[in-house]
Structure formats: structure tokens, C-alpha cells
Antibody, heavy 123, light 107 residues
Framework: EVQLVESGGGLVQPGRSLRLSCTGS????????MGWVRQAPGKGLEWVGF??????????SFAASVKDRFIISRDDSNTIAYLQMDSLKTEDTAVYFC??????????????WGQGILVTVSS | DIQMTQSPSSLSASVGDRVTITCRAS??????LAWFQQKPGKAPKSLIH???SLQSGVPTRFSGSGYGTDFTLTISSLQPEDFATYYC?????????FGQGTKVDIK
């Protein structure tokens, strides 16, 4: 059974940092891209970013709203993906979902989802 | 960015109904189109990728079609467990973008 389990969420003040972790199991972690999607309270889904697998140089791509503030990395030996969030803003408040992305070249699609974890940015 | 526009934003239907949801891209995305289902308080679930390919375990009452800029998700016979919000997403160009969602509820 495929599992993606997020951890590290919680309440953080504006301007501070937080790191989310996503531990994967039940699939070939190293072959997949790993991504993040968020959902603000009562809103729709927003793609945040993702990291390609080693075969594609672990290159990252991000939404404009988080570029230069968020970093995604991965540790294939421990099957963990990370979302480092710096300079957090109140508008970053959302449930963050980890995703397992299948693909190559241009077309990386989301196959798997974690259960989500809440990040609240507030003073 | 590519804008994804879903219609309708919501619909009411009965068990057994045929339901169709439309997704339009602001520019061509070839076949890089996926559909997701989300129930309240739960993570989304991947239903369809590459316009019409069902993800593993997804019932065959779900189907997708279209090409270029216009796409459709069809549920051939709505079941009680299908009441949810559905999202399309393009993965042709970064940033990947989602439609605003279509909520399917009980008539």
C-alpha cells in the first residue's frame, strides 16, 4: 500500500520558517518526483512546487507565490521529501499535501497524495 | 500562467444520473490533463491522467475525453460515494494549475 505521511506542521509567526517532511512507502520512491500542493481554508487546490527524481537532476520548479521563499529537497535513502518554508506570510496558511509525481521530461503527473498537514501563519 | 476554467462550479444530481464536468485551458496543453476527486476533510484522490487514462483502482464509470484546450470528465452513473468536489489540472507547463473545482452534491 502506498503511503505518504506529512509531518512538521503547526502554528508559526509571520516572517519565521518551518520545514515539512513527507515520508513515503509502498512505491519506488527514487523513481518518482515529489511535490507539494496546498489548500487554504475553504479554497481550492494550489500547486506549490516539486522536485524531479535523480535521473532528472533533482531539478525543482515552484509557483510564483512561493518562489525564492520555499525550497524542496529529497533524501532517497530514507524516502523523505522536505518543504522548507522561509519568510512565511499569513497567506501561506493552508493544509499542505505531499504528492508522488510520475513522469518524465515535461509531463509529471500526480499519482499519490498524503493526508495533508495544517500550517497556520499567525501572530 | 495557463488558466483552467471548470464548469459548472457546482451541480446537483441524483444517484444513477450521468454527470459531465467541463474543463477549459487558456492555451493548448496537448494531453497533459488530470482529474482529481476530493471529499470534505480528506486528501484529493487521483482519478484520471493523460486526459483519459484511469488511475489504478478507479471505477470504470469515470471517463475523460478531450484534446488541446477542451476536456470533459464524465461519471456514467452517479453513485453515493461520488458526491465530492472535482478538480482538473494541467501539467503541460509550469506552474501547473488547477481548475477552481466543481462540487457535485445530492439533488
Amino acid at each position: 500500500e502506498v503511503q505518504l505521511v506529512e509531518s512538521g506542521g503547526g502554528l508559526v509567526q509571520p516572517g519565521r520558517s518551518l520545514r515539512l517532511s513527507c515520508t513515503g512507502s509502498g512505491f519506488s520512491f527514487g523513481d518518482y518526483g515529489m511535490g507539494w500542493v496546498r489548500q487554504a481554508p475553504g479554497k481550492g487546490l494550489e500547486w506549490v512546487g516539486f522536485i524531479r527524481n535523480k535521473a532528472y537532476g533533482e531539478k525543482t520548479s515552484f509557483a510564483a507565490s512561493v518562489k525564492d521563499r520555499f525550497i524542496i529537497s529529497r533524501d532517497d535513502s530514507n524516502t523523505i521529501a522536505y518543504l522548507q518554508m522561509d519568510s512565511l506570510k499569513t497567506e501561506d496558511t493552508a493544509v499542505y499535501f505531499c504528492t508522488g509525481d510520475n513522469g518524465y521530461g515535461v509531463g509529471w503527473r500526480i499519482d499519490y497524495w498524503g493526508q495533508g498537514i495544517l500550517v497556520t501563519v499567525s501572530s | 500562467d495557463i488558466q483552467m476554467t471548470q464548469s459548472p462550479s457546482s451541480l446537483s444530481a441524483s444517484v444513477g444520473d450521468r454527470v459531465t464536468i467541463t474543463c477549459r485551458a487558456s492555451q493548448g496543453i496537448n494531453n497533459y490533463l488530470a482529474w482529481f476527486q476530493q471529499k470534505p476533510g480528506k486528501a484529493p484522490k487521483s482519478l484520471i491522467h493523460s486526459v483519459s487514462s484511469l488511475q489504478s483502482g478507479v471505477p470504470t464509470r469515470f471517463s475523460g475525453s478531450g484534446y488541446g484546450t477542451d476536456f470533459t470528465l464524465t461519471i456514467s452513473s452517479l453513485q453515493p460515494e461520488d458526491f465530492a468536489t472535482y478538480y482538473c489540472q494541467q501539467y503541460h507547463t509550469y506552474p501547473r494549475t488547477f481548475g477552481q473545482g466543481t462540487k457535485v452534491d445530492i439533488k
